[in-house]
C-alpha cells in the first residue's frame, strides 16, 4: 500500500481475485431482484431457442443450397400460410413474456407501507442521505467516492472496492421494507444499486419513488447511471444492510454525533482542529473541482486567489451561495457552521495562502445572521 | 443510349454547382466516409481509456467530449447521410427516372453538411470544450449545466436538420412523381420503398428535434424554463420530446439497411425476394410502431405504472414485424443457389447480428427488466449490434455490390472477403463482451471502471482496434478499385441481380433514364 509504482505495472499486478469476470445479472439480495432475475433469465432462453431454430435453417441453406455445389434455385416467393404464421406465433409468444413482465411491474410500483423512508438526493458527485423520521434528530449526511485520486491516476495500487466506496455508506435494516425518495439537487442522475434491483432517476425538482427489502445482511455497491457531468463515473453508492439492532444502535450514535457536532459549532476550536476538519471537508466535497494542491481544474485555483485571500465576507459568501451559471455550487446548505468554518479556515491558511486568519463556527453564524 | 449528352463541369465547380444526382451520391458517400473515420477517431480514444481501469490518457471531461461527438458524428454524420448518398445514386435509377425531382434543393442539402459538421468539431477548441453531456443531451445538463460550446451545437443540429428535411423532401417528390410509367408502387424494389418510408419518418421528427433544441436555446439564453423546474418546466419533458424524435430516429437508421438487405439477398440467392409485400406491410408497421414506443428509453424515470405498461407493450410488438423481415430474408435464401461474395457475406453478417441486437432490444423493451440493464453497457452492446452490424455492415454490402456499376470496375474479391472476416470477428470481440459487463453492473458514459470489469474492457479494446483498422482496408480497397480495379462493362455486373439500375451501361453514365425505361417484371415476382 501507498507503494509508488508505475500504471502499466499497477494494472499487470492486479490481483486475479478481482477478475471474477461476471457475465450475467445477479439475482441479488431481494425478492423483487429474484423475480427480475427470473425474468430475464426465461426472456433470454426464450430468445435463444428461437435464435438456435432461426440460424440452423440459415446455417443448413448457406450449407445446402449453395451454387458452388451445383444446388439449382427454385423461384418460390410467397406463401400465405407460413406467412400468417410467423406473424402469429411470436405474437403469442409475446403474450406469454407480457404476463410475467405485468406482475414483476406491478411489484416494483407497490411503494406502500414502508417502514422507513429515505430522502436521497443526487448533488455533483456525490449523494445525500436523510433519513426521514419524525421521532428524534434528523439524521443526514453526504456520501462521498473514498477512493483516493492516487489511485484514480496510477501511482497507487487500486483497492479491492475501487470506485465503488464511499467515505459514509447508506446504513438499511434488513427484513424492513424501505422506501427511497429520490431527487437531485443539479442536474439529472440515477441511483442504483444492481444487487437490491433498485434504480431510479433522480430528477431536480421532482421526487421520485422506490423501495426495497432486503433479505441478507451484506454490503452492496452501485453507481450513478445516468450521465451528471465530469466526474459522473466518480460517484458511487454503497449500502450497508445490517440487523435491525445494529440499524438501531447506528441510528443512536448517529443522532448522538449530530448533537455533539450542534454543540461544537458553539465552542472555539484550536487552529490545528480546524485545519484537520478544513481539510476534510475540502478532499471531500472541493477537491474533484479545485484540485489537491488549490491549482484549480473545473474551477479555479484556490492557491494564490483574490477571493480566498480578499475579504472573508466575499468569500464566504461565494462558498455559502455559489456563483451562479458555473459549477461552484452554493454549499451553505450542504456544510454545517464547524464544517464551513473549518473549510473556510483550511482554504485561507493552506496551498501557501497563509493568511493567518482563523474562522470560528460562531462567526459562521453570526455572518449568516448579520 | 448514345445521345451527345452534356458531360460534367471540370475541376470544382462540378462539385460545387452540381445538381445530377449522381453527383451528390458520390459526395454524400464520401462525406460519411470520412465522418465514418473521424467518428472513429473518437471512437479509438475512448476504447484506450478504457484499456485499463485507471485515468491514463485523457481527463474525465475529454471524455465525456469524446463520447457525445462520437455518437453525434457517428449518427448525423456517418450513417445518416450514406444511406441518403445511397438514396441519391440508386433511386433514380431503380425507378427509371433521369435525376431527383428537385435536383438544385439537392445540391444545397449536400452541401450545408460540411460547415454543419465544422461547426460541431470546432467546439473541441473552444473555451468549456465540446458538448459533452452525451448524444442525447438530457437537460439540465445541456442548459443551465453546459459549456458555452451548447450553442453552436444547437445550431449545428438546426442545419443537420434542415438538411435532412430538404433531402426527404426531395424523395418523397421523387418516388411520388418520377416512376417510369408501369414502375407501380408494389413493383418498386424494396430499396425505394424502404426510403420512401424513412423520408416520411424524417419530415415528421426532425422538426421535433429542431424544437427540443431550440427550447434549449431559450432556455439557455432567453430565460425560459422549459426544462428547469425551478422555473417551473420539467427535465423530463425534455427526454419526452427526444425520444420522440430518437425512437424513430432510430428506424430512420435502420429502415433504408433493411431495403439494401433485401436487394441483395435475392441477388445472390438467385431467386426472388420472398413476401414482397409482407416487406412493405412490415416496414410500414414498423413505421407507426416506432412513434408509440419512445419512452421505453425512460423506463427509469418514473412514470405512472400504467404509462410504463403501455409502451411496454407497444415496444414488445415491434418484434413481430421486425421478425417478419429476418423470416422473409431466411426464406428467400432458403432452396435458392446461394453464393459468397463479399457484398453477400456482410449481408449475412448483418442478419446474424441484426438478429442478435434485436433479440436484446426484446429483453430491453420488459420494463421491470430494464430496470437492471437501463444505462450499462448491456445496452451499449444491443444497439451496436443493431446500428453498427445493422446499418453499417448493410451499408459497407452496398458499396460493395453497386460500386462496379458506379464506377466501372470490380474490387478485390479476396480483399473484400479479409475486410469482411476482420470487420465480423473485430465486432463480435468489442461488443460481445460489453453484454456481460452491463449485466455485471457496468454504467455506460464512465471514463474509469471498477476492477471486475477489467478484462472485458480490454477485450473490448483490442476488437475496436481491430475493427477500426479493417476499414482502413475498406478504404484502400475502395480508392485501388475506382483508380485501378478490373474493368467490367456487363450491364448486369451479379448474374442474380435484378433492377432497372442493372439495365444501364456499365459504369453508369452521367446521364440516365432521359428517356423512361420500359419496365420489365415487377420487382418480387418472376
Ligand atoms: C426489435 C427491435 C428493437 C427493440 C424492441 C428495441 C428496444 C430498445 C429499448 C427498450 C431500448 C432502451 C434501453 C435502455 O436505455 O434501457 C433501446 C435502446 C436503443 N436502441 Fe433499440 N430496440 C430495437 C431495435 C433497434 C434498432 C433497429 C436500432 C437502430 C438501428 C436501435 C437503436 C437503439 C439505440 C441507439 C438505443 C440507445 C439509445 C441511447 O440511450 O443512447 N434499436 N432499444
Ligand atoms: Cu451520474
Ligand atoms: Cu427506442
Request: proline residues 5%.
Amino acid at each position: 500500500m501507498g507503494k509508488r509504482v508505475s500504471g502499466a505495472a499497477v494494472a499487470l499486478m492486479s490481483p486475479v481475485a478481482f477478475a471474477q469476470n461476471q457475465v450475467n445479472m445477479s439475482p441479488g439480495v431481494t425478492e423483487i431482484g429474484a423475480d427480475i432475475f427470473e425474468l430475464h433469465m426465461l426472456i433470454m432462453w426464450i430468445c435463444v431457442v428461437i435464435g438456435v431454430a432461426v440460424f440452423a435453417v440459415m446455417f443448413y441453406s448457406i450449407y445446402a443450397h449453395r451454387k458452388s455445389k451445383g444446388h439449382q434455385a427454385s423461384q418460390f416467393h410467397e406463401s400465405t400460410k407460413v406467412e400468417v404464421a410467423w406473424t402469429v406465433v411470436p405474437f403469442l409468444i409475446l403474450i406469454a413474456m407480457a404476463v410475467p413482465a405485468t406482475s414483476t411491474l406491478l411489484e416494483v410500483y407497490d411503494n406502500d407501507e414502508a417502514e422507513l423512508d429515505i430522502l436521497i438526493t443526487g448533488y455533483q458527485w456525490k449523494w445525500r442521505y436523510e433519513y426521514l423520521d419524525e421521532s428524534g434528530e434528523p439524521v443526514a449526511f453526504f456520501s462521498n467516492l473514498a477512493t483516493s485520486q492516487e489511485e484514480i491516476y496510477n501511482t497507487e495500487r487500486k483497492g479491492d472496492n475501487y470506485l465503488l466506496e464511499v467515505d459514509e455508506p447508506l446504513v438499511i435494516p434488513t427484513n424492513t421494507k424501505v422506501r427511497f425518495l429520490i431527487t437531485a439537487n443539479d442536474v439529472i442522475h440515477s441511483w442504483w444499486v444492481p444487487e437490491i434491483a433498485v434504480k431510479r432517476d433522480a430528477i431536480p425538482g421532482f421526487i421520485n419513488e422506490a423501495w426495497t427489502r432486503v433479505t441478507e445482511e451484506g454490503i452492496y455497491r452501485g453507481q450513478c447511471t445516468e450521465l451528471c457531468g465530469a466526474y459522473h463515473g466518480f460517484m458511487p453508492v454503497e449500502v450497508h444492510a445490517v440487523s435491525r439492532p445494529e440499524f438501531d444502535a447506528w441510528m443512536a450514535a448517529k443522532r448522538g454525533a449530530a448533537v455533539a457536532e450542534t454543540q461544537l459549532a458553539m465552542q472555539t476550536l484550536t487552529v490545528d482542529d480546524l485545519m484537520d476538519r478544513g481539510k476534510a471537508v475540502y478532499d471531500s466535497a472541493c477537491l474533484a473541482c479545485h484540485g489537491a494542491a488549490g491549482q484549480g481544474g473545473i474551477g479555479n485555483a484556490i492557491a494564490g486567489s483574490a477571493v480566498v485571500m480578499g475579504d472573508l465576507g466575499n468569500h464566504m459568501a461565494v462558498v455559502s451561495k455559489g456563483v451562479s451559471g458555473t459549477a461552484m455550487q452554493a454549499f451553505g446548505g450542504q456544510l454545517n457552521d464547524v464544517e464551513m468554518a473549518a473549510v473556510l479556515t483550511y482554504q485561507r491558511n493552506a496551498f501557501g495562502n497563509n493568511t493567518g486568519d482563523v474562522v470560528q463556527p460562531g462567526d459562521i453564524a453570526g455572518m449568516n445572521n448579520g | 443510349m448514345g445521345d451527345h449528352h452534356h458531360g460534367p463541369a471540370q475541376g470544382i465547380s462540378r462539385w460545387l454547382f452540381t445538381t445530377n444526382h449522381k453527383d451528390i451520391g458520390t459526395m454524400y458517400l464520401w462525406f460519411s466516409f470520412a465522418m465514418f473515420l473521424l467518428g472513429g477517431f473518437f471512437a479509438m480514444v475512448i476504447r484506450a481509456e478504457l484499456f485499463q481501469p485507471g485515468m491514463q490518457l485523457v481527463e474525465p471531461l475529454f471524455f465525456n467530449q469524446m463520447t457525445t461527438l462520437h455518437g453525434l458524428v457517428m449518427v448525423f454524420g456517418a450513417i445518416m447521410p450514406s444511406f441518403v448518398g445511397l438514396a441519391n445514386w440508386l433511386i433514380p435509377m431503380m425507378i427509371g427516372a433521369p435525376d431527383m425531382a428537385l435536383p438544385r434543393m439537392n445540391n444545397w442539402s449536400f452541401w450545408i453538411l460540411p460547415p454543419a459538421f465544422l461547426m460541431l468539431a470546432s467546439t473541441l477548441f473552444m473555451e468549456g470544450g465540446a458538448p459533452a453531456f452525451g448524444w442525447t443531451f438530457y437537460a439540465p445538463l445541456s442548459t443551465t449545466y453546459a459549456a458555452p460550446s451548447v450553442t453552436f451545437f444547437i445550431f449545428a443540429i438546426h442545419i443537420l436538420g434542415v438538411s435532412s428535411i430538404m433531402g426527404s423532401i426531395n424523395i418523397i417528390a421523387t418516388v411520388m412523381n418520377m416512376r417510369a410509367p408501369g414502375m407501380t408502387y408494389m413493383k418498386m424494389p424494396l430499396f425505394v420503398w424502404t426510403w420512401l418510408i424513412t423520408a416520411f419518418l424524417l419530415v415528421a421528427v426532425m422538426p421535433v428535434l429542431a424544437g427540443a433544441v431550440t427550447m434549449m436555446l431559450m432556455d439557455i439564453h432567453f430565460g425560459t424554463s422549459f426544462f428547469s423546474a425551478a422555473g417551473g418546466g420539467d427535465p423530463v419533458l425534455f427526454q419526452h420530446i427526444f425520444w420522440f424524435f430518437g425512437h424513430p430516429e432510430v428506424y430512420i437508421i435502420i429502415l433504408p439497411a433493411f431495403g439494401v438487405v433485401s436487394q441483395i439477398i435475392p441477388a445472390f440467392s438467385r431467386k426472388p425476394l420472398f413476401g414482397y409485400a409482407s416487406m412493405v406491410y412490415a416496414t410500414a408497421s414498423i413505421a407507426f410502431l416506432s412513434f408509440i414506443v419512445w419512452a421505453h428509453h425512460m423506463y427509469t424515470v418514473g412514470m405512472p405504472v400504467a404509462g410504463e405498461l403501455f409502451f411496454m407493450y407497444a415496444t414488445m410488438l415491434i418484434a413481430v414485424p421486425t421478425g417478419v423481415k429476418v423470416f422473409n430474408w431466411i426464406s428467400t435464401m432458403w432452396r435458392g443457389a446461394l453464393s459468397f461474395e463479399t457484398p453477400m457475406l456482410f449481408c449475412i453478417g448483418f442478419l446474424i447480428l441484426f438478429t442478435l441486437g434485436g433479440f436484446t432490444g426484446l429483453m430491453l423493451s420488459i420494463a421491470p427488466a430494464d430496470f437492471q440493464y437501463h444505462d450499462t453497457y448491456f445496452v451499449v452492446a444491443h444497439f451496436h449490434y443493431v446500428m453498427v452490424a445493422g446499418a453499417v455492415f448493410s451499408m459497407t454490402a452496398a458499396v460493395y455490390y453497386w460500386l462496379p456499376k458506379w464506377c466501372g470496375r470490380m474490387y478485390n474479391e479476396a480483399m473484400g472477403k479479409t475486410h469482411f472476416w476482420i470487420s465480423f470477428i473485430g465486432f463480435n470481440i468489442t461488443f460481445f463482451p460489453q453484454h456481460f459487463v452491463g449485466l455485471a453492473g457496468m454504467p455506460r458514459r464512465i471514463p474509469d471502471y471498477a476492477l471486475q470489469f477489467a478484462d472485458f474492457n480490454m477485450m473490448s479494446s483490442i476488437g475496436a482496434f481491430i475493427y477500426g483498422a479493417s476499414q482502413l482496408l475498406f478504404l484502400y480497397n475502395v480508392i485501388a478499385t475506382i483508380v485501378a480495379g478490373k474493368p467490367v462493362s456487363d450491364e448486369k455486373v451479379w448474374d442474380g441481380a435484378e433492377g432497372l439500375e442493372w439495365t444501364v451501361p456499365t459504369p453508369a453514365p452521367y446521364h440516365t433514364f432521359e428517356e423512361p425505361p420500359l419496365v420489365p417484371k415487377p420487382a418480387g415476382t418472376i
